[in-house]
């Protein structure tokens, strides 16, 4: 079964440092895989998606993610964090192929401190 | 971008009263959509499958005598919780699927039962 872990509930970071929200998946298949973001109360807003092209994925916002199949992650980084950022962050993964449900991981929150 | 949207945004209820919850795609159709309820501060469950002119999917452990889905068009995809509980008070987000790889989520529902 599909399914993703994002090992960080709450990640801190000061404005002006590097981003690194960690998610790790499990998958039968070649995954399908996003990151998605939700300011309070907003919709949700797509970052990046990753579907067996580029391993580097560049998303929104300066965010990208790499997907690793040996360690079976895809980390969420951003070179410099800024205040706008602070987020609740989701790691998802597609059920099967296009147009299938997708899987949420639990989410983690971003603060970023001036 | 694909824009999908949700009325109401917010809904005040009594308890044992019923809420009709709808999702439209604006500007593209979607053969498929898809319910999701997210708890506070907890990350989003998917509740049913929706595809338009049959019956919806629904996940285990979802009632579908309690949440009534129906998607009678491609643009629109409706969810009535019948006999609302202070239990069911929850944010219910829908996404519709564009025949891509990308789904589309609406900006939720908030749903209060009193």
């Known amino acids: 079964a599909q399914s993703v872990t994002q090992l960080d509930s709450h990640v801190s970071v000061s404005e002006g440092t590097p981003v690194l929200l960690r998610c790790n998946y499990s998958s039968s298949y070649s995954p399908s895989l996003f990151w998605y973001v939700q300011h309070p109360n907003k919709g949700l807003q797509l970052l990046l998606k990753?579907?067996?092209?580029?391993?580097l994925v560049k998303g929104i916002n300066g965010f990208e993610a790499e997907f690793k199949k040996s360690e079976t992650s895809f980390h969420l980084t951003k070179p410099s964090a800024h205040m706008s950022d602070a987020a609740e962050y989701f790691c998802?993964?597609?059920?099967?192929?296009?147009?299938?449900?997708?899987?949420f991981g639990k989410g983690t929150t971003l603060s970023v401190s001036s | 971008g694909a824009v999908v949207s949700q009325h109401p945004s917010w809904v005040i209820c009594k308890s044992g009263t019923s809420v009709k919850i709808e999702c439209r795609s604006l500007d593209f159709q979607a053969t498929t959509m898809f319910w999701y309820r997210q708890f506070p501060k907890q990350s989003l469950m998917l509740m049913a499958t929706s595809n338009e002119g049959s019956k919806a999917t629904y996940e285990q452990g979802v009632e579908k005598d309690k949440f009534l889905i129906n998607h009678a068009s491609l643009t629109l995809s409706t969810l009535t919780v019948t006999s609302a509980h202070p239990e069911d008070s929850s944010f219910y987000i829908c996404?519709?699927?564009?025949?891509?790889?990308?789904?589309?989520f609406g900006p939720g529902t908030r749903l209060t039962v009193t």
């Open positions: 998802v993964v597609r059920l099967f192929q296009a147009g299938t449900a997708l899987i």
């Open positions: 990753y579907t067996s092209a580029a391993t």
């Open positions: 996404s519709a699927w564009d025949r891509g790889y990308e789904q589309y």
